[in-house]
């Protein structure tokens, strides 16, 4: 199969199935145009995945597509982004196209769930890569970042933390158990927060998606906005399936693990008082920023090393 059969076969689908997008010119000429509504900004980021550095050999491809998709989908939902549309460099070793069929309709799904439509990229042949940029819009000087954070800020998080962590054990199982299943789905298929990151704009000082961790990913707000922060490991919210998985490990998942692409929001009081009780109810407040430096985790500190040994403090209390 060619270059242009391939991408006519497999991925033109992707660019008209997007309706209301800032696209105005999609794949087949020389640059895509995006329209951007006045009183917008642009939000755009761009990530690079590489076989058997930030996914598995021979990792199933429609997990693949959406996976893809989704962690680079995430970041726009971390700055409280329009999902608008993306670009896809595809390095692929051969043209395989049971791999090809798989990927695409991963993607496919993916671009469709998030409201992506693709607006162009480029087919090599080599080892197996994806590079896609993500283009995004927010009301401009509204767009969510790191640096916002402030002393009395409440720090919230979405959804259950540790369950695609708690995966890895059961990335192997022919027949997980229902509890394995719905931690597996979690890492293979993760939900970028892209209503709640657009909800959240307006209410939120200072936001992270979590991909490495909450500690991790909580120190890169604290690092950026130059605070601290207090955490209870008590109000850390947890998914059934993972305590009944991994019992009194689940809240060292929840504070290190990755992959869960839930969103970290910081918020001043008074106007998390004033947010609509419907973004409310998707956060778990679990803490307070604070003007002293450093991560306080149930009142230990976690000291000038970082929050990997605060997370061993936790780890010995358990
Ligand atoms: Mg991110």
Known sequence: MGEFDLIRRYFLPLAS?????????????????????????????????VEGVHFPHRYHPDYLGWRSLAVAASDLAAMGAQPECFTLALTLPKADEDWLEGFA?????????????????????????????VHGTVSRGNAICRNGARPGDLVAVSGTLGDAGAALAYLSETEPSADAAAVLERYH?????????????????????????????????????????????????????????TGERAPELALRAGDDYELCLTFPPERWESAPEALRRQLTVIGTIEAAPGLYLDG???????PDAGFDHFRRRQ
Do not use: K, N
Request: aromatic residues 2%; contains cysteine; hydrophobic residues 40%.
């Open 17 to 49: 199935r997007q309706q209301g997008s800032s696209l105005v010119m999609g794949p087949g000429d020389d640059c895509a145009i995006q329209r951007l509504p006045a009183g917008q900004d642009l939000v755009f980021s761009i990530d690079t995945l």
């Open 105 to 133: 309709r991963g993607l496919a799904e993916a671009a469709q769930a998030f409201g992506l439509a693709l607006a162009g990229g480029d087919t090599t042949a080599g080892p197996l890569t994806l590079t896609l940029q």
């Open 189 to 245: 298929r993760p939900q970028p927060r892209l209503q709640l990151g657009v909800a959240a704009a307006p209410f939120a000082s200072a936001g992270i998606d979590i991909s490495d961790g909450l500690l991790a990913d909580l120190g890169h707000i604290l690092e950026a906005s130059e605070v601290g922060a207090r955490l209870e490991s008590g109000s850390l919210p947890l998914s059934p399936a993972l305590v009944r998985l």
């Open 300 to 306: 230990t500190d976690c000291g000038p090393s970082g």
